[in-house]
């Protein structure tokens, strides 16, 4: 039986957010919750996992401290999933989760292999990921520079414009 809280997130299609902007206001009042929406991430239903992640992005927009315990399984549902959903949701957590070496090496590794996504959302997120990564890595930094001049004239219109704005904030 499914918890309450993923419960609310099912119903509908991908098309919608269904109710997770609740659901986030109910985890931020009752942060206890947050590891069921970690649980949400593996949902046999796709819509509940897509709620389930674009929740986790809200909430952590505020309390980026509660993804800490969850790093190792958060990296593991991110480096597995296939959902574009789920994984344009995700980039954006790495750079909140104070990740150790090893676990900023899985997740570079991670936003690289998105950006092979079919989906130019992963791609345009996976840059972002790479570049907030990148912005405290001296090292990252000198690998993502050329990467997004690259992908700003190959990419879509949308990763074209958010290359533009993330080299600027980058070479500052």
């Known amino acids: 039986m499914p918890h309450p809280i993923l419960k609310k997130l099912a119903g509908g ?3 919608s957010i269904g109710r997770s902007n609740e659901v986030a206001a109910q985890v931020l009042a009752r942060p206890a919750l ?5 649980n949400g991430l593996t949902s046999e239903n796709p819509v509940v996992r897509m709620r389930a992640a674009d929740a986790l992005e809200k909430v952590t927009v505020h309390r980026p401290e509660l993804l800490r315990p969850h790093r190792k399984t958060l990296l593991e549902i991110s480096g597995q999933t296939a959902q574009q959903e789920v994984r344009w949701h995700m980039a954006p957590l790495f750079s909140r989760m104070n990740l ?10 991670i936003l690289f292999e ?3 996504d079919k ?3 992963v791609k345009t997120f996976a840059m972002q990921g790479l570049a907030d990564l990148a912005a405290k890595d001296a090292a990252l930094k000198a690998k993502v520079l050329p990467l997004l001049k690259e992908l700003m004239e190959i990419g879509t219109p949308a990763m074209r414009a958010r290359g533009r704005r993330l080299l600027a904030g980058l070479v500052e």
């Open 34 to 38: 947050f590891r069921v929406l970690v």
């Open 119 to 121: 989906s130019s959302i």
């Open 100 to 109: 150790r070496t090893r676990e900023r090496a899985v997740a570079v590794d």
């Open 13 to 15: 299609d991908r098309r």
């Open 114 to 116: 998105y950006l092979g």
